[in-house]
């Protein structure tokens, strides 16, 4: 069990509490798995099979659901903070992939083909940055996906009245800078007044070990 107010940061503790779980009822339902299915054919078209994945930050499976569509073999597993979401998250994909706590406190056993993280690095505390950086790049064998507020600077703006808990910056520049093994394959961005399948301002980028 996850408990509250327990982490290293106030971002973290501000996502397993309330707020987190007020988060959960305006991200779901089947518009949001169709814009999330349009947006992952679009970021892994050059991709190829994806054999597993790895989400950070994985909520109640939005995004999990949207890749088992598009790779019905693939196998999932997510790391997740918020008990509420992981006990949702525990209904799509077995316990034993599912670690519930902070990223900060996973530790890598094995490798996947696809390690993907969408709306979380803005909330992460920019001091903290490089430790999920590295995280990231360890646990990838293969492709790196990010879905995040672009800054060519880092920034930090206001969040539902809330300071210091979202960040923008050029998170996938950042990784690329850090480690020269890493190219980058697409990008692209994600419209929230696009008609059919809004995202929420997002900027995609697929980054793959060579």
């Not at 327990?6 to 009822?25: L, M, V």
């Not at 994806?50 to 939005?62: D, H, L």
């Not at 949702?88 to 696809?114: A, M, P, T, Y």
């Not at 995202?199 to 793959?208: E, I, K, P, R, T």
Request: with cysteine; glycine share 6%; aromatic share 12%.
């Amino acid at each position: 069990m996850v408990k509250k107010n327990s982490f290293a940061t106030d971002q973290e503790n501000f996502w397993a509490g309330e707020f987190g779980n007020e988060y959960i009822g305006r991200n779901k339902g089947e518009e949001i798995l169709a814009s999330n299915l349009v947006l992952f054919s679009k970021a892994l078209a050059q991709a190829g099979k994806i054999g597993s994945c790895i989400e950070f930050g994985a909520n109640i499976g939005m995004n999990l659901k949207a890749l088992k569509l598009l790779f019905p073999k693939i196998k999932l597993n997510g790391i997740e903070l918020n008990e509420k979401a992981a006990n949702e998250l525990s209904k799509l994909i077995v316990e034993s992939n599912i670690f519930r706590g902070s990223i900060f406190d996973w530790s890598q056993k094995k490798s996947f083909e696809l390690v993907i993280i969408k709306g979380v690095l803005i909330h992460i505390n920019p001091n903290k940055l490089k430790e999920i950086y590295q995280k990231l790049y360890d646990a990838s064998n293969r492709l790196i996906l990010i879905c995040e507020y672009y800054s060519p600077t880092p920034v930090s703006v206001m969040y539902r009245g809330h300071k210091d808990r979202l960040f923008k910056r050029d998170y996938a520049g950042e990784l690329l800078d850090l480690y020269s093994n890493l190219s980058l394959v697409d990008y692209g961005f994600s419209y929230h007044r696009d008609e059919a399948f809004p995202q929420d301002d997002v900027n995609w980028f697929l980054l793959q070990k060579s």
